[in-house]
C-alpha cells in the first residue's frame, strides 16, 4: 500500500494504524517515488532479528575457515 506524504500530514497517525493493520507494511511516497517505509513494530523485530541472525551464521563461517584477525 503506497500513501503521499500529503495524506500522512492530514490524516496522521491514525491512518498508518490502520493500513499497517490491514496490509503489514505501507508505503509513503514523496513526489510519486517511494521513500519510506511503515511495519508494525512486531515486523520490525522480526526483521532485526534475522538480520542478526544472518550476521551470527557469517561470522560463525568465517571463523571455521580462519577468515578472522
Same mark, same amino acid.
Do not use: H, P, W
Given at each position: 500500500?503506497?500513501?503521499?506524504?500529503?495524506?500522512?500530514?492530514?490524516?496522521?497517525?491514525? +491512518?498508518?494504524?490502520?493500513?499497517?493493520? &490491514?496490509?503489514?507494511?505501507?508505503?509513503? @511516497? %514523496? /513526489?510519486?517515488?517511494?521513500?519510506?517505509?511503515?511495519?508494525? +513494530?512486531?515486523?520490525?523485530?522480526?526483521? &532485526?532479528?534475522?538480520?542478526?541472525?544472518? @550476521? %551470527? /551464521?557469517?561470522?560463525?563461517?568465517?571463523?571455521?575457515?580462519?577468515?578472522?584477525?
Amino acid at each position: 500500500m503506497v500513501i503521499t506524504a500529503n495524506e500522512l500530514k492530514t490524516k496522521g497517525v491514525t +491512518l498508518i494504524d490502520k493500513l499497517v493493520q &490491514k496490509y503489514g507494511e505501507i508505503y509513503i @511516497s %514523496i /513526489r510519486g517515488k517511494k521513500s519510506f517505509v511503515v511495519l508494525s +513494530l512486531e515486523e520490525y523485530e522480526k526483521l &532485526k532479528e534475522s538480520q542478526l541472525d544472518e @550476521s %551470527i /551464521r557469517e561470522a560463525e563461517e568465517d571463523y571455521k575457515l580462519g577468515r578472522y584477525k
